[in-house]
């Protein structure tokens, strides 16, 4: 214990004599471990925003879209649609008792326009229970009703950007009752949402919502439905109800399970995709950054080489009064490793930093975990092993009398 | 204690083969002080390189406490430089910028030694520096430094003293206070082993051996170094 102790306090003692050099030599591992800190730190904020706004649109959420992503043999099925027959068939409690609600979703981009502004946005035709599938809070007014819908009234709920686009004349307490001209027909705005934050890709505050069946008949004129929207009455029974969707759904339109021209999926799924692309993301990236790592090591090396040189005869003294060649190698084999994992937590704070500014410009909120920084700890001490082993197998091998007469 | 049978050491291979020590005889019993002289290429320093573990012999024998030195291997000779012999330098004695406590116990930290903290202080009171404990190795002067290597040589209680020109780099003055150490050192019964080209210096020792390529010169004993104790 002794000995490691003493180990220690020369190597502290070497690397604070030759503070510039000691500095100079592990640049390379400060930049590698702040860039890969930075990147794991940014993606891992990334992820989290992602997942939180998937999360918001319930974890008890099944949708059904049309089409499958993995198609029979040519011809089996052509009307690959889901529309208002389908929909009806889902909504029905004795046929699935485990779904809470269902609301067709007719989704498209439309022309928005105020009184003087114009933007293009995503327009939603739903149904009047869609907030008990998705969690939207109203900030002003009111979700439009099942007599709106009945009767195809033009009325939208605004998300709180379209509101700051289009109407940023009118006084917040003037909006309900404002006009929106969506494809050149009038809505009258009933709700106001409130803010959701972007969803990683796309801006949730920048939407509009009508019934479903104007957004049919009267704006987008179709009768088939991007998808229909579905929450169980219990998280737990998702995976038991897309089962059941499957099969029965499969049986309503005559066609077998594996010919089914449509796809039930769950929020866990667009969950576990989209947290596979990110985290695809943020590997390759912190790979890229973690070649510096490499090129630091070589530098390791370098000065290793040089300070085993440098440090010939000391090493010949210590042979002559009983250093074995595991003493010599444990020895410089801890002094690069103190370098590079002093170079590591340079690089962790660097790296902190520079998440958390680079964060504050993209939007991100950068998360620093104690896992990112104990794996930034040990990927530097490895470099210190793998790089500074070969110095330290020189240094163990010399030969104890040309060492003390190196001059 | 020490014996050498016919030892040779050979360096190079073929016709290009030079032996630097060429069948060496020499009984040295426990507690003597001896200097080995010569000139440069006489295989003093090939000689010292041996009875101090260093190296092995190309030939012969080298029993030391009755253990054959030459069929050790590496690991083996470590520790028993560590534990068998101390050596003392002509340079560069001490670990730069380290404290003469830390210079003192390497020897003992290497050797797993119990109660090091006060084997060190009594070594070093030995040498009459235990003041300088604290102190870091390039803050003391010439003689200090080899008294601390003095210090060091003895902490593992060593079969033999191998110094190596220990006064080369030193003053007359200090020359002679680091001699007047080994002598007492040798009083107190340590086997001291000197090798130097300054006849003054080996005229400490009781018993001066001369060689000369490579092969014992002269092995007398020295009937002045009774005045100068």
Redesign the interface.
């Known amino acids: 214990m002794k000995k490691i102790r003493l180990i220690i306090k020369l190597a502290v003692v070497g690397i604070i004599t030759n503070k510039v050099r000691s500095f100079l030599t592990v640049l390379g591992i400060v930049i590698g471990i702040a860039a890969v800190i930075a990147l794991l730190a940014l993606g891992q904020g990334a992820q989290l925003a992602i997942s939180s706004s998937i999360n918001s649109l319930g974890s008890n959420l099944i949708g059904i879209i049309p089409g499958t992503t993995f198609r029979g043999p040519p011809g089996t099925s052509t009307n690959a649609e889901i529309g208002q027959r389908e929909y009806d068939y889902i909504n029905s409690a004795t046929r699935f008792p485990t779904v809470s609600a269902a609301s067709p979703v007719i989704t498209d981009f439309a022309t928005l326009r105020g009184a003087e502004e114009e933007i293009f946005a995503e327009v939603n035709g739903v149904n009047s229970n869609f907030t008990e599938i998705q969690s939207l809070e109203l900030e002003q007014g009111r979700f439009f009703r099942e007599a709106d819908v009945a009767a195809s009234k033009n009325v939208a709920v605004i998300g709180p950007d379209v509101a700051a686009e289009l109407l940023s004349e009118i006084q917040s307490d003037e909006i309900l009752g404002q006009e929106l001209i969506i494809r050149n027909i009038p809505f009258r705005v009933v709700g106001l949402l409130k803010s959701r934050g972007s969803a990683g890709f796309s801006n949730q505050d920048l939407e509009v919502y009508i019934p479903y069946s104007t957004a049919s008949t009267k704006v987008f004129n179709r009768d088939n439905y991007s998808q229909i929207l579905i929450s169980v009455n219990d998280a737990k029974l998702s995976d038991a109800t897309v089962i059941q969707l499957e099969e029965k759904l499969s049986a309503f339109k005559g066609l077998e399970l594996e010919d089914k021209d449509f796809t039930v999926y769950t929020s866990d799924d667009i969950l576990a995709t989209a947290s596979t692309v990110t985290s695809i993301f943020t590997t390759l990236l912190a790979s890229i950054a973690a070649i510096s790592l490499i090129v630091g090591g070589i530098g390791i090396s370098n000065i290793m080489l040089v300070s085993v040189t440098e440090r010939t005869r000391e090493i010949g003294l210590r042979k002559a009064i009983g250093a074995r060649e595991g003493d010599i190698l444990s020895q410089f084999l801890l002094e690069s490793v103190m370098l590079t994992v002093l170079g590591g937590f340079i690089g962790i704070a660097l790296g902190v930093l520079l998440a958390v500014g680079v964060g504050q410009l993209a939007g991100i909120q950068a998360q620093i975990s104690f896992d990112i920084v104990a794996l930034a700890t040990s990927i530097s001490a490895l470099v210190g092993v793998i790089f500074g082993y070969f110095p330290a197998f020189k240094a163990a091998k010399l030969d104890p009398i040309s060492a003390l007469r190196f001059e | 204690m020490i014996e050498l049978k016919n030892v040779t050491k050979e360096y190079g291979e073929g016709e290009n083969a030079f032996q630097a020590l060429k069948g060496i005889e020499l009984d040295i019993a426990k507690g003597e002080f001896i200097s080995i002289m010569g000139p440069s290429g006489s295989g003093k320093s090939t000689l010292m390189?041996i009875l101090?573990a260093?190296?092995r012999p190309t030939g012969g024998q080298y029993l030391l406490d009755g253990q054959d030195v030459g069929s050790l291997d590496?690991?083996e000779l470590?520790?028993f430089?560590?534990?068998r012999v101390g050596?003392i330098?002509q340079q560069?004695?001490l670990?730069?910028?380290?404290s003469v406590y830390?210079n003192v116990?390497?020897?003992g930290?290497?050797?797993?030694l119990p109660q090091?903290d006060r084997r060190v202080k009594e070594v070093l009171e030995k040498v009459n520096l235990l003041d300088k404990i604290q102190n870091k190795s390039n803050q003391l002067s010439g003689g200090q430094i080899q008294r601390v290597a003095i210090a060091?040589a003895l902490v593992?209680e060593p079969s033999i003293i191998m110094a190596d020109e220990p006064t080369g780099n030193l003053d007359s003055k200090t020359s002679h206070e680091i001699m007047e150490i080994l002598q007492d050192l040798h009083a107190q019964g340590n086997t001291i082993i000197l090798i130097t080209h300054e006849t003054d210096i080996a005229s400490y020792a009781k018993r001066q051996i001369r060689l000369k390529d490579g092969e014992i010169f002269s092995d007398s004993n020295n009937k002045d170094s009774d005045s100068k104790q």
Do not use: H
């Open positions: 390189n101090g260093l190296d590496d690991e470590a520790e430089r560590n534990k050596f330098f560069f004695n670990l730069p910028r380290t830390d116990s390497l020897p930290l290497y050797g797993g090091l060091r593992m």
